[in-house]
């Protein structure tokens, strides 16, 4: 799991959308493996964070996982909520989730931002509207890390390479794994 959220991870927030020291990052399904690795990979990074997921239970799982701010969807308004934590707009979001909160995510963007297209655990395939794009004058970024490691398998030896130099440096702190019996 660790290599898979991970490399989704960096390759997603620093090869395709460039994530500087200071931006804000709204992480949807932030709770799951690949948000948790995103929040962790942000704030590594330098970003401030806000985690968005769907219970109380799981956005206490972001904070304790270094997320500075968080939304519950199933209760508050994303796009309301997250331009008022972030000042106005974040400047990317990270969509791992698609369906019905694709367009407020958008709708919370910053001029400028970076959304970055995760994947549809949702299942619903979102269609965002390109008016929304346009005034927004932001980036929509397809990120497929699986299609990039057999078009560039060196790059993502180095990908792999840096993220053992977080992990081994402290920088990040993924989760210990751990085994359970069938029953559980």
């Known amino acids: 799991c660790f290599v898979q959220s991970y490399c989704t991870g960096l390759f997603a927030l620093d090869r395709r959308a460039g994530l500087q020291s200071g931006e804000t990052l709204l992480v949807l399904g932030a709770?799951?493996?690949?948000?948790?690795?995103a929040i962790d990979l942000a704030k590594a990074m330098?970003?401030?964070?806000?985690?968005?997921?769907?219970?109380?239970?799981?956005?206490?799982?972001?904070r304790e996982r270094g997320a500075d701010e968080?939304?519950?969807?199933?209760?508050?308004?994303?796009?309301v909520r997250a331009k008022?934590?972030?000042?106005?707009?974040?400047?990317?979001?990270?969509?791992?989730?698609g369906g019905d909160y694709a367009e407020p995510a958008l709708r919370a963007c910053a001029p400028g931002a970076r959304y970055l297209v995760i994947g549809f655990a949702a299942g619903d395939i979102p269609?965002?509207?390109?008016?929304?794009?346009?005034?927004?004058?932001?980036?929509?970024?397809?990120?497929?890390?699986g299609g990039w490691t057999r078009r560039e398998p060196a790059g993502n030896q180095q990908l792999l390479a840096e993220l053992a130099e977080m992990v081994a440096s402290g920088r990040l702190a993924p989760r210990t794994p751990a085994a359970f019996p069938l029953e559980q």
Do not use: F, H
């Not at 968080?70 to 796009?79: A, G, N, P, Q, V």
């Open 31 to 37: 709770a799951g493996g690949v948000g948790l690795a």
């Open 46 to 62: 330098g970003a401030r964070v806000i985690a968005a997921a769907s219970s109380q239970e799981k956005l206490a799982l972001c």
């Open 70 to 79: 968080t939304i519950d969807y199933s209760r508050e308004d994303l796009k």
């Open 84 to 97: 008022e934590l972030s000042g106005g707009g974040v400047d990317m979001v990270y969509d791992p989730v």
């Open 127 to 145: 269609r965002l509207r390109a008016n929304l794009i346009l005034l927004k004058s932001c980036q929509v970024v397809g990120v497929d890390w």
